[in-house]
């Protein structure tokens, strides 16, 4: 059904050699790889179609209009949203956050009130959320994981009170690989009368997403992690939620009348877009979106698990090595330690053999803490890695890790 060899034929950059070695790409948390369609889709309106969307009468930019709202209808369908109106464009998962933070936060938050966050959040997930307790004197609280990597779900429930306003949780932490029970979490969330933001980040591109079924208020993420281009994100949030917060930045586009008297808003989900947009990373995105539905995520999830079982099941063979993140529901992601070798050189030593993977913090510093290192390192999965590539990188580890025993 899923034929990986086909898949990779998309991604010409798998193709490349690094240092001379053929490119093993393990760096998918942070950023994936886009397919021809997507590149020629873009490069296509580069070159025939660029014009600034919304504002013209002239016929390049209704071509434009058009792709953009295009695209908007296909997110909506990719993640089940009940209206186009419903899905807002930003610049990535960060930007969606922060403006919920502030604008959700603006119109519902007050002194005293709390904001439940997990020990296992992007700093983007725990940042702006302090920034808004900051400006509103609200409390920020801290739902934790075991060291098996799954959120303490009692602490959780005793952390739930009706002082909670609101709950933001990664669907998929984007170190230790869990896949959170999000739909219990929003279910008891709701319970208490508080809402939820899912960080969709490291879920969007492994798991299909309803987010009616999910009941979520709030699901965010990037398009450069589902096989899209940089710059560009979506805020999904409940029509009548949005339309009880107040924009966010003002100019073009937002508006509907403007006087210095007093200025009047435009309706959803412009009120959200100030300014030109990034038209053509949009229309990108609806690209990758379609190229995703056409792979079928039902015929790659099934590969993509068989290929992380695999991959750790290699390592754990790997003297040393320390797997952080065991947790019953796990994703595409392999955070790891071998032996007391730093993370940076494991990095360095695995980069001169063509294999990329990412050390460090991982935007997740209270992750760090939790285990009591400085770093890790992580390799991340996409549809189009294979077993061979997890080999070599088995083999890879195993190399460094001679070379520091010796
Ligand atoms: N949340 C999670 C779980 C992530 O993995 C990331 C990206 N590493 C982000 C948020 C932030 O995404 P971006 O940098 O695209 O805004």
Known sequence: MFDVNRIRQDFPILEEKIYGKPLVYLDNGATSQRPLPVIEKMTE?????????????????????DAN??????????IRAASEKEIIFTRGTTESINLIAYTYGEAFIEEGDEILVTEMEH????????????????????????????????????????????????????????????????????????????????????????????????????????????????????????????????????IREVRFEKTTYNELPFKFEAGTPDFIGIIGLGEALKYVESVGMEHFAGYEHQLLEYAMEQMKRIPGMRIFGEAACKSSVLSFAVGNIHHSDVGLLLDKMGIAVRTGQLCAEPVMQHYGVTGMVRASLAMYNTEQEIDIFCRGIEKVEKMFRL
């Open 69 to 78: 709202e295009e695209a908007r209808r296909i997110v909506q369908r990719f």
């Open 45 to 65: 309106y580069y070159l025939k179609y660029n014009s600034n969307v919304h504002r013209g009468v002239h016929y390049l930019s209704n071509v434009c209009t």
């Open 123 to 254: 700093h983007a997930n725990i940042v702006p959320w302090q920034m808004l307790c900051e400006r509103k004197g609200a409390i920020l609280k801290v739902v934790p994981f075991t060291d098996k990597g799954e959120l303490d779900k009692e602490a959780f429930g005793r952390l739930l009170t009706d002082r909670v306003k609101l709950v933001g949780v990664a669907y998929v932490s984007n170190v230790l690989g869990t896949v959170n029970p999000v739909r219990e979490i929003i279910a008891q969330a709701h319970r208490c009368g508080a809402k939820v933001l899912i960080d969709g980040a490291q879920a969007i591109q492994h798991i299909p997403v309803d987010v009616q079924e999910l009941d979520c208020d709030f699901f965010v993420f990037s398009a450069h992690k589902i096989y899209g281009p940089t710059g560009v994100g979506v805020l999904y949030g409940k029509e009548e939620l949005l339309n009880q917060m107040p924009p966010w930045q003002g100019g073009g586009e937002m």
